[in-house]
């Protein structure tokens, strides 16, 4: 399948003609081709762009409405020709990819469609000085959106639906390793109505079509979700062109269970925080510390439940755990591993690649839980992004809040406990961005979304997203 970029509602190849390989990581083979776009192809996005912006910023919110909420619908009724394009082209089994990332990329439209209906500024009498200022929330023009491969059209979605509904125009890059939806999404804007160069969707490495995106001067936001390290470097690059910026970059959770917690329902939900989607989930909790008086129960139940987890073909309804979305990522997965000996660290289960039955060169790793003995290393502090989830015990909320917090990351934090007073002081202590109380991934899309430290600036979801895509301009009235 050869793929094409979505330039001014149209579908072309990149300019020079060059192509990349698209991997199927279930059967570690090619399957596809897509544009390897230049900083040319990236021109032309600008240009349609910029000629769409004129007439979309002042499109009503309720056209702008319905034409998100058409996607929206239009998501879900294709459904399952979008589900199967994910799990091939990511490796997460097929069962997840519709019950939650093609679900959830329609919610993004659908929610957008309507918060920017419900947005507002604010207003302030200068009483005394018989004057009245108001605030104006304008569209910024052409913006930027670059997504990682994880959760490709959930999080490719989560940026380019605020940024449309308040009446920017988007040129957007998918991750070159997953951007067979992101092409996809092309077809269904244009049926919904969405008008030419309104989207723009260019598909190519992150070094050659990312970098033309972040340096391009008409460019004047860029909403990025990917590593930290991409991160600081789109900083660099943005800051003296004085771009507006969101990242969203990794993170290294605490998943922090006391003795009081509700057994069962901690237990079932720590499999799903930690191998979800492969344990590909920047929100997954990787770092689990036990209250050491519960520390051995929970070590023998959780292996056992890790151990019943189904690794198999994600076309398979039964799979639980897929494939790793590539060999390189693999690679580094398995490097984390190999580390454990030398940093004193043991393997509990897992830690081995899995052969899938008519996939032998597919890319499975089986679910794997390593005991830590301390905070510090590697294992503790680096990001995995992989089925791997380390264990600790502890016995105060001093020290368990010191592991929590000594990390360059601070996305979330999961808290397992009935205490109230502990719930509170915890929640309020701990360096992160999102705090789950007995439960995890719980998302309402009105709250907002995001990291501090290494894991990011700015926050997304809700109203802060459609702040982040707008310029406030103040205007003062004398009476
Ligand atoms: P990367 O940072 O490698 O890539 C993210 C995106 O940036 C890709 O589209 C990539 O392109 C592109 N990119 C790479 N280099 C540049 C560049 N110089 N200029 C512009 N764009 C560039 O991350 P991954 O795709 O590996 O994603 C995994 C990471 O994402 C993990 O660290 C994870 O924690 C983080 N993440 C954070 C989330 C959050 O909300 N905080 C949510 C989900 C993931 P290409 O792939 O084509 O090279």
């Given at each position: 399948m050869k793929i094409l970029n979505y330039i001014n509602g149209a579908f072309s190849p990149p300019l020079s003609g060059e192509c990349l390989d698209n991997y199927n990581p279930a059967e570690g083979t090619v399957y596809g081709q897509i544009p390897n776009s230049s900083k040319e192809d990236v021109e032309r996005a600008v240009v349609a762009a910029k000629a769409a912006f004129k007439a979309w910023s002042i499109t009503s919110l309720?056209?702008?409405?319905?034409?998100l909420k058409k996607i929206s619908d239009l998501l879900l009724t294709n459904i399952d020709r979008f589900a199967m394009a994910e799990s091939i082209d990511n490796g997460k089994p097929i069962a997840l990819a519709k019950s939650v990332d093609i679900p959830r990329a329609a919610s993004n439209f659908r929610f957008f469609?309507?918060?920017?209906?419900?947005?507002?500024?604010?207003?302030?009498?200068?009483?005394?000085?018989?004057?009245?200022?108001?605030?104006?929330?304008q569209p910024i023009g052409v913006v930027g959106c670059i997504s990682p491969w994880n959760l490709p059209l959930y999080l490719f979605t989560w940026k380019i639906a605020p940024a449309l509904a308040a009446g920017n125009c988007v040129v957007a890059k998918p991750s070159e390793i997953t951007p067979m939806t992101a092409y996809l999404l092309g077809e269904i804007c244009t049926e919904a109505g969405l008008p030419n160069g309104v989207l723009n969707i260019v598909h190519g490495t992150g070094k050659l079509t990312g970098q033309a995106i972040i340096e391009h001067p008409e460019i004047k936001a860029i909403s990025f979700t990917g590593g930290t390290q991409t991160g600081a470097h789109i900083a660099k690059v943005a800051a003296p062109m004085f771009k507006k910026l969101s990242l969203e970059l990794g993170g290294k959770n605490p998943n922090i269970i006391f003795a009081d917690a509700d057994y069962e329902e901690m237990l079932h939900t720590t499999i799903r925080s930690s191998f979800s989607n492969q344990g590909q989930i920047c929100l997954c909790g990787s770092r689990i510390f036990v209250e050491s008086t519960i520390y051995e129960k929970f070590k023998t139940d959780f292996i056992a439940?890790?151990?019943?987890?189904k690794v198999g073909h994600p076309s398979e309804a039964n799979t639980d755990i897929g494939a790793l979305v590539s060999k390189e990522h693999l690679e580094k997965v398995m490097a984390y591993i190999d580390r454990a000996p030398a940093e004193g660290a043991k393997i509990l289960?897992?830690?081995?690649?899995?052969?899938?039955?008519?996939?032998p060169n597919g890319y499975y790793l089986a679910p794997t839980v390593i005991e830590v003995p301390s905070n510090d290393c590697s294992l503790n502090q680096e990001e995995?992004?992989?089925?791997?989830?380390?264990?600790m015990p502890f016995d105060t909320v001093d020290e368990v809040l010191g592991y929590a917090?000594?990390?360059?990351?601070?996305?979330?934090?999961?808290?397992?406990?009935?205490?109230?007073?502990?719930?509170?002081?915890?929640?309020?202590?701990?360096?992160?961005?999102?705090?789950?109380v007995n439960t995890w991934m719980m998302r309402d899309l009105r709250t907002p979304f995001g990291g501090?430290?290494?894991?990011?600036?700015g926050r997304e979801g809700g109203f802060e997203a459609l702040r982040f895509f707008t310029e406030a301009k103040n205007v003062c009235m004398k009476y």
């Open positions: 309720e056209g702008r409405n319905r034409i469609a309507n918060a920017i209906t419900q947005f507002s500024s604010e207003s302030h009498e200068s009483v005394g000085a018989n004057a009245v200022n108001y605030t104006l929330r439940k890790t151990k019943a987890l289960c897992g830690g081995n690649r899995i052969t899938v039955q008519d996939a995995i992004f992989g089925p791997v989830v380390t264990l917090n000594d990390v360059k990351y601070g996305l979330s934090a999961t808290l397992w406990t009935n205490n109230l007073k502990r719930t509170l002081r915890m929640s309020s202590e701990l360096h992160v961005g999102i705090v789950w501090v430290k290494s894991s990011g600036v």
